[in-house]
């Protein structure tokens, strides 16, 4: 379970570096190989446990390729899906086409989703965070599923 806002640098040739608290984790769950793929509503990307993201493209490639939507999603996911491996310092290599979808600097967020993380670059996290934290109307209805969640 990958979940928190973690600040981290990247170098000049696009390694990032992942927190330590994670890296025993994906060292037993994916021995350290991992998916990177670009999100398609966000310029954000979206890494994965090589496990996990092969469930997601088996779902992805079964879609009906006459779809055009689905088309849209199996081009634009399964296309950018690059391997990505943890080296032994415990960084990611990004690629340049990747790392210029999400805008990403020097300064990135890896932001934990349960089973996935998201890269984004600091500046565009604060803004989208902020957007969403605007958002926030106590008279907005939330989705049936979450009204009874108790936080």
Same mark, same amino acid.
């Given at each position: 379970?990958?979940?928190?806002?973690?600040?981290?640098?990247?170098d000049?040739?696009?390694?990032?570096a992942?927190?330590?608290?994670?890296?025993?984790?994906?060292?037993?769950?994916?021995?350290?190989?991992?998916?990177?793929?670009?999100?398609?509503?966000?310029?954000?990307?979206?890494?994965?446990?090589?496990? @996990?993201?092969?469930v997601? =493209?088996?779902?992805? &490639?079964? #879609?009906p390729?006459? %779809? /055009?939507s689905?088309?849209?999603?199996?081009?634009?996911?399964?296309?950018?899906?690059?391997?990505?491996?943890?080296?032994?310092?415990?960084?990611l290599?990004?690629?340049?086409?990747?790392?210029?979808y999400?805008?990403?600097?020097?300064?990135?967020?890896?932001?934990?989703?349960?089973?996935?993380?998201?890269?984004?670059? @600091?500046?565009?996290?604060? =803004?989208?965070?902020? &957007?969403? #934290?605007?958002?926030? %109307? /106590?008279?907005?209805?939330?989705?049936?599923?979450l009204?009874?969640?108790?936080?």
């Open positions: 379970m990958f979940r928190g806002v973690n600040p981290i640098n990247m000049a040739k696009g390694r990032m992942i927190p330590s608290r994670y890296r025993e984790q994906l060292s037993v769950h994916c021995a350290g190989q991992m998916v990177a793929t670009i999100d398609t509503e966000s310029r954000c990307l979206l890494l994965y446990p090589l496990h @996990e993201w092969e997601i =493209q088996q779902k992805i &490639e079964a #879609l390729s006459f %779809d /055009p689905a088309r849209r999603i199996q081009r634009l996911l399964i296309g950018h899906a690059t391997d990505v491996e943890l080296d032994a310092n415990g960084r290599l990004l690629s340049a086409v990747l790392r210029d999400a805008q990403l600097g020097k300064k990135v967020i890896l932001l934990g989703q349960g089973k996935k993380f998201e890269i984004w670059s @600091e500046e565009m996290w604060n =803004q989208t965070r902020d &957007e969403y #934290l605007q958002l926030s %109307d /106590p008279g907005t209805a939330l989705p049936v599923d009204q009874s969640l108790s936080l």
